[in-house]
């Protein structure tokens, strides 16, 4: 399983800025899944102040466990911050049956 995130960062603050964040995966009864780290953003030369900048993200899960019909919900923090847009449910379908 993967995920990829594209992050936009504001560029109207420094010309570089070293962002912290999270990713939470949440179920109503098993234990949550948390990974995370930091990325700096940094606005090219000659870039107007003000411009947005796209800052993809690529997660890899070798082994994460789901089960069929249940429902996840993952969560993103960005230092600490999070808004109710910046999370996506997901459900498993039932295995189906040779």
Same mark, same amino acid.
């Given at each position: 399983?993967?995920?990829?995130? *594209? @992050?936009? *960062? $504001? ?9 912290? /964040?999270?990713?939470?995966? +949440? ?5 949550? =899944?948390? =990974?995370?780290?930091? !990325?700096?953003?940094?606005? %090219? +030369? ?8 796209? =800052? %993809?993200? +690529?997660?890899? !899960? &070798?082994?994460? %466990? @789901?089960?069929? $019909?249940?429902?996840?919900?993952? #969560? ?5 911050? &999070?808004? %109710?847009? /910046?999370? #996506?449910? !997901?459900? =498993?379908?039932?295995? *189906?049956? +040779?």
């Amino acid at each position: 399983m993967y995920g990829r995130i *594209v @992050v936009g *960062v $504001d560029g109207s603050g420094p010309s570089s800025a070293a962002l912290t /964040w999270a990713l939470a995966r +949440a179920s109503a009864d098993d234990l949550p =899944v948390l =990974v995370g780290g930091t !990325f700096e953003a940094g606005r %090219p +030369a000659g870039q107007t102040p003000g411009t947005a900048l796209g =800052v %993809p993200l +690529a997660i890899n !899960f &070798s082994a994460l %466990p @789901v089960e069929p $019909d249940k429902s996840y919900l993952w #969560r993103l923090a960005i230092n600490d911050t &999070s808004e %109710p847009e /910046w999370q #996506r449910r !997901f459900s =498993v379908r039932s295995a *189906v049956e +040779a």
